[in-house]
């Protein structure tokens, strides 16, 4: 997100473009990042099972191959194919993600009684459009902020839209960008949506997300954001 000058308005943001997240390895872990380390992590049976590989709880050359291909896919450093915390923290969260389906509702939290709304679930990082009680697009994978630049939660409503908005803090694009909070607005990235630690609070959505996004949604429609980013 950026900060808006728009009529005399002004409203300050930060874009949600960051820095991957340093995973930080102990007892002497930590290698060359164009290495790939031959130590076991200790989700290593969970990331083996989520990339398909034999379940035995020790790092093969195939494995750590497999891992890090994983960890450079989504922005997780250092990607040197270890099985810790952060990897397996992201492949948990695409096992929830996937685990909705296409009932992103089913326990009632986003209201559906207010027409067409965006809706933002940040423990489960999705977002998806409902028109009362009718799924209209998503569910998708977004990505929010990060600790200590959380997407603010509650019920908001679009008040601007730049669909070439670039941030005047960071100078860096912010396409498709759709405002609901201060600075905080849905718009896309060329990130994974899965690259930790998050944005500095804005919603990020693929381009083609955000695009759909763009096309579904107008100013004055409404945003419900509810939950809580694991991590923050």
Avoid at 113 to 132: E, F, P, Y
């Amino acid at each position: 997100m950026g900060d808006i000058r728009r009529r005399g308005a002004i409203a300050l943001g930060i874009t949600g473009l960051v820095a991957p997240l340093t995973l930080v390895l102990g007892g002497g872990q930590a290698q060359a990042a164009t290495s790939c380390t031959t130590q076991a992590g200790p989700y290593q049976k969970q990331v083996e099972k989520f990339l398909g590989r034999p379940v035995d709880g020790k790092q093969s050359a195939a494995d750590c191959k497999a891992i890090k291909a994983f960890q450079t896919k989504h922005g997780i450093t250092p990607n040197i194919g270890y099985a810790g915390s952060v990897t397996w923290g992201v492949m948990d969260l695409m096992n929830k993600q996937k685990a909705v389906g296409n009932k992103p509702n089913a326990a009632g939290k986003c209201p559906t009684n207010k027409g067409r709304i965006a809706c933002v679930n940040l423990t489960l990082q999705i977002s998806w459009i409902q028109d009362g009680s009718r799924l209209v697009y998503g569910p998708v994978p977004v990505r929010t902020g990060r600790n200590g630049y959380e997407t603010r939660t509650g019920l908001k409503k679009i008040y601007w839209r730049d669909i070439d908005h670039v941030s005047n803090i960071y100078n860096v694009p912010m396409p498709y960008s759709q405002f609901f909070d201060g600075g905080q607005a849905f718009h896309s990235v060329n990130l994974s949506m899965w690259n930790p630690p998050g944005s500095h609070g804005c919603v990020n959505m693929t381009p083609a997300t955000a695009k759909k996004y763009w096309s579904l949604l107008k100013n004055g429609d409404d945003v419900f954001v509810y939950g809580r980013k694991p991590g923050t």
